[in-house]
């Protein structure tokens, strides 16, 4: 798996308008830039510019339909880094029981 | 970014130990290690099933903080990422932070200063990831055998 992909991912969903834009496109569908900016206390200049971050880390496509564009979240870039917290979780996971059985080696709860 | 929280039942200073000394990372981590244990010091973990890694100290503040980046060897730096170890007393010992996040390396890979944000997001990645990729599933945030902290 590629680390920068996943940095940007998790760059991009850093911000919480980024969140919400993308909790509210994968809870209704793809939708334009105009129908989303309703619902925020920014600009629509603004929404875009964060739907341009999102889509520049792989979580969001534009598609043009005439005069607009509706963004579509992609579901492979948040699989992308569910998958890299899955992987780099488990190891931790079992450094950790194994550092508190190191140091604690009389609980038997481990 | 990943993080794991674990309260371990000794001081910060018998943990940082553990956390630091070669003799004491090999029983616990998975790999050997060898490091110069100051900012800019070079690492290199040598994993009991083959594995090498190369690595840099970043910030090292005895029994309190220290952070390092790691990288499979040979890597051109775009698959390396930054551990970060954070110790503070507890009623029941020393609660431990650990963090793990993607960082290639600055020379080899531009960061995506555009995206950056100094907002902090930790603790929202398992409830959006679980509700985006509901397929996969998102590990829970604390090692087995630690006491749950969050």
Redesign the interface.
């Known amino acids: 798996m590629?680390?920068?992909r996943?940095?940007?991912v998790?760059?991009?969903?850093?911000?919480?308008t980024r969140?919400q834009l993308?909790?509210e496109l994968?809870r209704d569908g793809p939708k334009t830039a105009t129908e989303l900016a309703g619902g925020y206390p920014i600009s629509r200049q603004a929404v875009v510019k964060h739907l341009n971050?999102l889509a520049?880390?792989g979580l969001l496509v534009g598609e043009r339909r005439g005069r607009d564009v509706r963004y579509r979240?992609v579901?492979t870039g948040?699989?992308d880094?569910?998958?890299?917290?899955?992987e780099?979780?488990?190891?931790?996971?079992?450094?950790?029981?194994?550092?508190?059985?190191?140091?604690?080696p009389a609980?038997e709860?481990? | 970014m990943l993080v794991r929280q674990v309260v371990i039942p000794v001081s910060p200073s018998e943990l940082w130990n553990a956390l630091t000394e070669p003799e004491e990372v090999a029983a616990w981590f998975g790999s050997r290690v060898e490091w110069d244990l100051r900012p800019g010091g070079q690492a290199r973990f040598l994993s009991d099933d083959g594995a090498v890694r190369g690595g840099v100290v970043d910030d090292v503040v005895p029994q309190r903080h220290l952070s390092f980046r790691w990288w499979p060897e040979g890597d051109d730096g775009s698959a390396a990422s930054q551990v970060s170890y954070d110790l503070e007393p507890d009623d029941d010992g020393t609660l431990l932070t650990v963090t793990e996040e993607p960082r290639p390396h600055e020379a080899t890979v531009e960061p995506q200063a555009s995206l950056r944000t100094t907002g902090s997001w930790t603790g929202w990645d398992t409830r959006l990831l679980r509700c985006w990729a509901a397929h996969m599933s998102v590990a829970a945030p604390v090692a087995a055998g630690g006491r749950a902290v969050r």
Not at chain 1, 10 to 16: E, K, M, S, T, Y
Not at chain 1, 81 to 86: H, Q
Request: zero cysteines; hydrophobic letters at 50%.
């Open positions: 590629s680390a920068p996943v940095e940007a998790f760059a991009a969903l850093g911000d919480p969140r993308l909790d994968s971050a520049t880390a979240v579901a948040l699989g880094a569910a998958a890299w917290l899955t780099v979780g488990d190891r931790w996971d079992r450094r950790l029981t194994a550092l508190q059985r190191h140091l604690d609980d709860q481990i």
